[in-house]
């Protein structure tokens, strides 16, 4: 096995994965950079899309040199207060920074949620299955637990079950009731768009204010074991389950 992936590894790997390993987009992508001469091998244009990178190739993607990565995977509990961004140019504070010592790869979080909002948020280095997990035809489910200003009535969790019309389009909830056990200003929503601040925008539409808001599913990822502020690196099986989605 050692020297089959020693073989492999001289035979080296096509650049599009390389450039997707290195966590700057999908191969799809990448193979639309590297037809318009955004790619460098060896400080020479490359705009040979089958071509495979050998370990001693040096790759430039729009002139900043790429290394190639082992792909990494890693679930944050985000606290309020953080932004959903790289970088941050009023130097505030983002997400980056509670995941800075997760792992050495370049990794970026997949989707967003806003300063306020806390809960589950997934960073990554592969380029191809973050497109996949933010792409509208995948529909990946959120669960989110919403906290409201006052008491929800039967009929507007209907309401949001059958649809609702917002300023970007119409819009209803996968699954949503009352967290059992807890009063009815509580409620617990199930969500596959991605659209910016969905959540907050459907209850603002029906005269509520959403007081917090909690993201505990994402894809089948849960927040069990995972404090608020912590991470984790997924399991082989989880990376699995995600690819297969």
């Not at 318009?36 to 001693?56: D, F, H, Q, R, S």
């Not at 006052?150 to 949503?176: F, M, N, P, R």
């Not at 009063?183 to 907050?200: D, F, P, T, Y």
């Not at 994402?218 to 699995?240: I, N």
């Amino acid at each position: 096995m050692k020297k089959e992936n020693s073989k492999k590894s001289q035979e080296g790997i096509r650049l599009n994965k390389f450039i997707a390993h290195a966590g700057v987009c999908s191969r799809r992508e990448a193979d639309v950079h590297i037809q318009l001469g955004a790619v460098k091998v060896n400080n020479k244009i490359m705009t040979e899309l089958g071509y495979k990178v050998k370990p001693k190739d040096v790759v430039h993607f729009d002139g900043q040199k790429l290394q190639a990565e082992k792909p990494a995977y890693v679930l944050l509990n985000k606290p309020k207060g953080f932004i959903t961004t790289t970088r941050d140019e009023k130097g505030r504070r983002t997400v980056m920074d509670l995941v800075v010592n997760a792992t050495k790869s370049r990794i970026v979080p997949v989707g967003r949620l806003d300063r306020p909002t806390t809960g589950l948020l997934l960073f990554t280095n592969d380029g191809d299955l973050a497109k996949k997990l933010t792409h509208p035809s995948i529909g990946v489910k959120k669960l989110y637990h919403v906290v409201l200003d006052k008491t929800v009535s039967g009929k507007h969790l209907q309401c949001i079950k059958t649809g609702i019309t917002l300023d970007d389009g119409a819009i209803k909830a996968d699954e949503i009731s009352f967290v059992q056990g807890a009063s009815k200003r509580e409620v617990g929503i199930a969500l596959h768009s991605g659209r910016n601040r969905i959540v907050r925008r459907i209850f603002e539409h029906l005269g509520y204010e959403v007081v917090s808001l909690d993201r505990v599913l994402f894809a089948g990822l849960t927040k069990k074991d995972l404090p608020r502020g912590h991470w984790r690196h997924l399991s082989q099986s989880e990376v699995k389950q995600l690819k297969m989605l």
